[in-house]
Every structure is written in C-alpha cells, then in structure tokens.
C-alpha cells in the first residue's frame, strides 16, 4: 500500500512538473501550451459543433421545402379526396361534387386558358395506355377509368398495341376497339411491328402546344376514381415551376 501511494504521488508530481515545463515553453513561443485532455475535449466539441450544424440545415431545407402557401393548399385537399375517397357513398354524387369544388379553386392565368380551351371544346387532356397482349389486365384499366371523375372536361383516350400476333393479341385489341369511352374521343393504334416497351413510352405521344397534357398508362395498373383531380391539380398549380419536370 505504501509502495502504490508513493508511486502515485510521484506520478501526480511528474504530471505536475511536465505542466509547468510545457506552460513556461509555451510562454517562450516554442510551442503552445496544450492543458490535458484539451485537445480530446476540443476534439469532441468539433463533432458536436458539426451535428449541431448538419441539424440545423436539414430542418432548413424541411421547413423550406413545407412552407410553401401552395404546397399547405394542395396537402389540406389532398387529406380531403382521400378521407372522402375512404368512405363513398353509394352513387359517389358528394365525392365527385367535392371534386369539382376542389378543381374550381385552382386560379391563374394558366388555369383559366385551360378552362377557355375546354368550353370550346377541346381536347387539352389525354390518357394515353400502352398495352400488348394483356386482354383482361386491360380491361381492368379501362374499368378503373370509367368510374374516375373528370370534372366535365373532355379527355381523349388513347390506346397503343404493340405488334404482336396470336389469340391473346388479337383479342386485346378486339377489346380495345370495342371498348366505349364517354368522356371524349377515342383512337386506338396497332404498331406494325413488336417494338418494345421503351419505344412505346418514347413515341406514343408528342403535344401540339404547351397547353397540351398526357397520362401515359401501362396496363397492368389501375387508377384511383381521383386521380384525374389530383393530376390537373399539380399542372394548374405547379405547371410553371422550372424546378418540377414532368
């Protein structure tokens, strides 16, 4: 016990000596002065410096990317059509009614040239689905988009068939010719030749104008009765960003 206290102590005054050696250096310029553990301590308040900061910044970009008038506004119809969407009544009148409402609200300049077009009779909105030899998967699209409400604008639907032969292909596109859409034309075009899925998407719609809008479906998806809303919605109210594409 006395050989560990003495050395104790004598380890406790060779730290002491060493401070002073190390202060009385550092007064003379031949290198700072360093107390222990500081530097462990400095080190650690770095980190905690950087967390801090990195925090910081992403409740920044949060509360920038959330605050926007716009952005509030669509959310709040957003929980609207889906709590209504949850429960329909029997016919869907009050949904489709609150639909409509929610549409109307959209202002602008855009908006307005949009709702002109359509009264004269226009067809500024397509859906466009591209299918092969999916008969029933079709038609379940087709189904899901009979019950979608489109806010009394006509809507042209069109419908690519990749080439193909055999009985499956050859009765997707009988459903296809035979289907009937009440919303706005219709047109449906076979390809001469199986070109592929990505020819598909790049070559089955080009617009004649800005004001001009597409939904391009494929065929094994279904549609929400609300997602035409939904989707006109977005365009009128985020339609000139430069930051959003699409």
């Known amino acids: 016990k006395s050989a560990a206290s003495l050395s104790t102590g004598g380890g406790g005054a060779d730290r ?20 222990p553990g500081a530097a462990r301590r400095g080190t650690d308040r770095f980190w905690a410096l950087k967390v801090i900061m990195a925090f910081a910044a992403v409740l920044l970009v ?17 929980k609207g059509t889906w709590a209504g969407e949850s429960a329909p009544t029997a016919d869907g009148d009050g949904a489709r009614a609150a639909l ?20 004269e009779g226009d ?21 899901s988009l009979t019950r979608a409400d489109y806010l009394g604008d006509r809507v042209k639907l069109y ?9 499956e292909w050859e009765d997707t596109i009988a459903a296809a010719k035979s289907f009937q859409w009440q919303f706005g034309s219709k047109e449906v075009k076979v390809l001469d030749q199986n070109r592929g899925l990505a020819h598909a998407w790049y070559s089955c719609w ?13 065929d ?27």
């Open 16 to 35: 002491a000596v060493a401070q002073r050696r190390d202060r009385a250096m550092a007064l003379q310029g031949k290198r700072p002065f360093v107390p």
């Open 62 to 78: 949060y509360r920038m990317l959330t605050s926007s008038p716009e952005l509030d506004g669509e959310l709040q119809r957003g």
């Open 100 to 119: 409509r409402s929610d549409s109307a609200a959209a202002d602008g300049e855009g908006a307005r040239a949009v709702a002109l077009s359509q009264a």
């Open 123 to 143: 067809e500024l909105y397509t859906i466009v689905i591209l299918t092969w030899k999916r008969t029933q998967s079709l038609l379940r699209l087709l189904k």
């Open 159 to 167: 419908i690519q068939i990749d080439g193909g032969s055999g009985k």
């Open 206 to 218: 080009y617009p004649k104008s800005d004001a001009e809008h597409a939904i391009i479906l494929e």
């Open 220 to 246: 094994d998806i279904t549609v929400s009765p609300v997602f035409y809303r939904f989707t006109k919605n977005m365009w009128n109210a985020y339609g000139d960003r430069e930051e959003i594409a699409g």
